[in-house]
């Protein structure tokens, strides 16, 4: 606690004085977040200590049972509901303004949202996390990177002129992993922005909001049984109406890994299990349930014995 709160103090005194230097003040990427939240994409080697320690512990390590440099996206068991931590994030571009939604178009499915970038912008990594692709797609992405986050999602971004990073380079949210472009099938420079898990693509609007620049909140919880509907609503609320602008040619789907669900035979035996809390339930009412103890699942979900929970949170348990 004691050095959380030293971090935080030296973090934010160091946001003061870069804002201080106006000559910066352009380059600041986190400028339009709350400060809070800026000040976690403050360079410290404190602050870098504390997210390797914590990638040791990531929950992308028990989604996904496979790394690769080859395939942009490839379907896996995707799990009945999964908890993304959004705090740590920095807005991949500055601009708010979306060209094209997810979702149908063109008789097709759009997997990502476009957001009007100029050749040369910056974009940025959304999360911590490791570069799993960097590659050139004619037909499809263009020049693209992928990034596998420890928080469980992996991001895409497309059509940049320029990649900044190599594969298997570790990124923290912030960093500068390429530049807007207009390369592949697209129409007009733009970022084809996609948000996955486990493969499959989730409307980025879910937990992005480019209008005001800020994540929608500190969570996603994913829960298959409703994310189709909650894609639409996320769209009606913080996409974009009318027609697209510039946006993506029609992306053939044949050049990426087939997004078929993987078959339920190949559920790993230690696949990332879920409890979702009933009423009334208590820490040690679950451990009970699930065949643990109480202090195993606060180490799963890095909380302590003594915090409230509370009906419909969801705890890891294995
Ligand atoms: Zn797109």
Redo the contacts with the bound molecule.
């Keep these: 606690m004691l050095t959380k709160k030293v971090i935080k103090k030296f973090a934010f005194s160091t946001v003061l004085t870069i804002l201080a230097v106006p000559a910066m003040g352009q380059d600041l990427l986190a400028k339009q977040a709350p400060i809070d939240r800026k000040m976690k994409a403050v360079d410290s080697m404190a602050l870098h200590r504390l997210i390797q320690a914590e990638s040791y512990e990531s929950p992308a390590a028990d989604l996904y049972n496979d790394w690769n440099n080859r395939y942009a996206h490839k379907a896996s068991v995707l799990p009945d509901t999964f908890r993304i931590d959004l705090r740590g994030f920095c807005m991949p571009t500055t601009s708010r303004v979306l060209t ?1 939604n997810f979702g149908a178009r063109w008789g097709r499915q ?1 997997k ?3 957001i009007k970038v100029y050749i040369g912008d910056t974009i940025r990594a959304a999360f911590s996390g490791k570069v799993r692709i960097v590659r050139y797609e004619g037909k499809g992405y263009g020049k693209y990177v992928v990034i596998r986050h420890y928080n469980g999602l992996e991001t895409i971004y ?1 059509h940049m002129s320029k990649q900044l990073v190599t594969e298997e380079q570790e990124v923290r949210a912030g960093n500068p992993i390429g530049l807007g472009g207009n390369t592949g099938r697209s129409t007009g420079s733009h970022l ?1 922005f996609e948000t996955r898990l486990c493969g499959i693509a989730l409307n980025p609007a879910l937990m992005f909001d480019f209008k005001n620049q800020d994540v929608v909140s500190d969570f996603y919880v994913f829960r298959k049984s409703t994310y189709n509907h909650e894609s639409a609503e996320a769209t009606r609320l913080r996409g974009v109406g009318g027609k697209a602008v510039n ?2 040619l029609d992306i053939p789907q044949q050049s990426y890994a087939s997004a078929q669900p993987a078959s339920s035979k190949k559920v790993r035996a230690h696949a990332t299990r879920f409890h979702k809390v009933a009423k009334g339930e208590t820490l040690s009412s679950i451990a009970r349930k699930r065949g643990m103890t109480v202090s195993a699942i606060c180490k799963l979900n890095h909380i302590k014995a003594n915090t409230r929970i509370r009906a419909g949170q969801i705890l890891r348990y294995n």
Aim: proline share 0%; glycine share 34%; aromatic share 0%.
């Design positions: 094209s759009h990502g949202l476009d497309g084809h946006g993506d």
